[in-house]
């Protein structure tokens, strides 16, 4: 038994009334289609059953609707959540997300951005990349191309960030007004500029200062973190309060700590970054600040389109953020 044809753009055409040419550009999404043809065209496809080979497309250099979004490690919830906001826009405006999660290896991060040309994304997303400026240059050379939660990059790419310095020096002030000391940062910190790390520990240290007092940084990229609450505990018995670089360390934090019989929001307080979905789940309750990470997905894959579509200046966005207070800061009893 034979199996059906498969439908050609000469099928959609003749259904549509329309000629091929004018089919293959409304599959390339070339805006110079009509409204009324692209609508045509779209009524018959889906009619026919119609697929574009996109194999062909690439080889062609034509757009594929493919979306290369690179990121290192979905065990940090706020990734998941990114890369799900990314997906759920990037369907919404057309394209086919296509996510791989590296580490933080400078030369993965490159392998995964350099296949993804390779097979010709319409677009590229690259998250917190590590690797140098002339490296991303080339890429926003070649292809649309968003940074995102970083603040510096070259002219090429564009940008969608939070404002982490602020961010970091409100949650800062915040544990200080609950009545928490000494003030300790826990993070770390990646030799890249405009990242979210660095930008983070200058707003805790720019707080401090601003506040008198001396800063307090454990590094948890180069020590085990149960070594280092026993460090802090060590050192400052109770009362003290923690600002982490993200919900994960916190969360690390708090587990740690009350298996050392602390209990967050009464022996020392303590506030996340990202407002992660667990951050609200009420046997957690951790105080965090809000990046309106749905907010950079949309932007991040808006910014896209926008090149596909001819758009050549290059636009920084900074998204405003919103510390959401909980449990785990409540003031402290003295």
Do not use: W
């Not at 982490?244 to 929001?265: E, S």
């Not at 105080?287 to 290059?314: F, P």
């Amino acid at each position: 038994m034979n199996k059906p044809s498969r439908p050609t753009q000469v099928d959609v055409a003749k259904m549509a009334g329309v000629s091929r040419q004018t089919v293959s550009l409304v599959v390339q999404r070339d805006p110079r289609v009509s409204d009324i043809s692209r609508a045509a065209v779209e009524k018959a496809m889906k009619e026919l059953g119609y697929r574009p080979n996109l194999s062909a497309q690439a080889l062609a250099g034509r757009r594929t609707g493919f979306l290369g979004i690179v990121l290192s490690g979905l065990e940090n919830t706020f990734h998941a959540e990114l890369a799900e906001g990314l997906r759920r826009r990037g369907e919404e405006r057309g394209l086919i997300p296509f996510v791989s999660v590296v580490s933080d290896s400078m030369e993965e991060q490159y392998a995964a951005a350099q296949r993804f040309t390779e097979v010709n994304v319409d677009g590229l997303i690259l998250v917190s990349p590590v690797f140098p400026d002339e490296t991303i240059s080339e890429f926003g050379s070649r292809l649309p191309t968003v940074l995102v939660t970083r603040n510096v990059g070259p002219a090429e790419v564009d940008l969608v960030h939070s404002d982490d310095r602020l961010g970091a020096q409100t949650v800062v002030q915040h544990i200080a007004a609950a009545g928490y000391d000494p003030l300790i940062y826990l993070g770390y910190e990646r030799a890249v500029e405009g990242d979210s790390s660095s930008t983070r520990i200058a707003g805790y240290l720019e707080a401090m200062a601003a506040m008198g007092r001396e800063p307090a940084m454990f590094d948890a990229g180069e020590t085990p973190l149960g070594e280092l609450c026993r460090e802090i505990v060590g050192t400052y018995g109770r009362g003290f309060g923690i600002s982490c670089h993200n919900d994960l360390i916190a969360f690390q934090t708090v587990g740690i700590l009350n298996d050392m019989g602390l209990v967050p929001g009464i022996d020392y307080g303590i506030a996340g970054y990202d407002n992660t979905t667990l951050a609200s789940f009420p046997g957690v309750s951790l105080t965090s600040v809000d990046q309106k990470t749905g907010e950079l997905a949309k932007l991040a894959v808006d910014l896209i389109i926008e090149r596909i579509e001819g758009r050549s200046e290059r636009k920084d966005i900074t998204l405003p953020f919103q510390l959401v207070e909980r449990r785990t800061t409540v003031p402290a009893v003295r």
